[in-house]
C-alpha cells in the first residue's frame, strides 16, 4: 500500500510564501508524474502544477512564475513552493502520483490534502 502525506499549508498572508511538501511511503518502487492539485469551495479541482520522472514541469496558466514544483526521489518526495500568494489561491492542495510498487503495478494515489488560506 501506498501512502501520500501533504503538509506545510496554513493561513498566510497575500504576497507571502508557503512551501508544501508530500512524502510518499509504503510499497514504492519508484515514483512515475507526480503532481499538485487544488479544490476550492464550490470548484472542481484543478491541475496547478506537475513534474515527470525526468522533471519536465507543467504550470497551469495562474501560478506560472509564482509556484515552483520540485521533487525528491531519494525522498520520494515532491514540493511546491509557492510565492506572491494571492486570496484566490486559497483551496485545498492535493498531492497526486503515478506510482510503479515493489510488486511492478502501476497505480496512482493522492493524498489527504492541506488547507491553504490566503486572506490578511
Known amino acids: 500500500q501506498v501512502q501520500l502525506m501533504e503538509s506545510g499549508g496554513g493561513l498566510v498572508q497575500p504576497g507571502g510564501s508557503l512551501r508544501l511538501s508530500c512524502l510518499g511511503s509504503?510499497?514504492?518502487?519508484?515514483?512515475?508524474?507526480m503532481a499538485w492539485y487544488r479544490q476550492a469551495p464550490g470548484k472542481q479541482r484543478e491541475l496547478v502544477a506537475s513534474i515527470t520522472s525526468g522533471d519536465d514541469t507543467n504550470y497551469a496558466d495562474s501560478v506560472k512564475g509564482r509556484f515552483t514544483i520540485s521533487r525528491d526521489n531519494a525522498k520520494n518526495t515532491v514540493y511546491l513552493q509557492m510565492s506572491s500568494l494571492k486570496p484566490e489561491d486559497t483551496a485545498v492542495y492535493y498531492c497526486h502520483a503515478d506510482v510503479l510498487t515493489t510488486d511492478m503495478r502501476r497505480n496512482v494515489y493522492w493524498g489527504q490534502g492541506t488547507q491553504v488560506t490566503v486572506s490578511s
Open positions: 509504503g510499497n514504492i518502487f519508484v515514483s512515475l508524474d
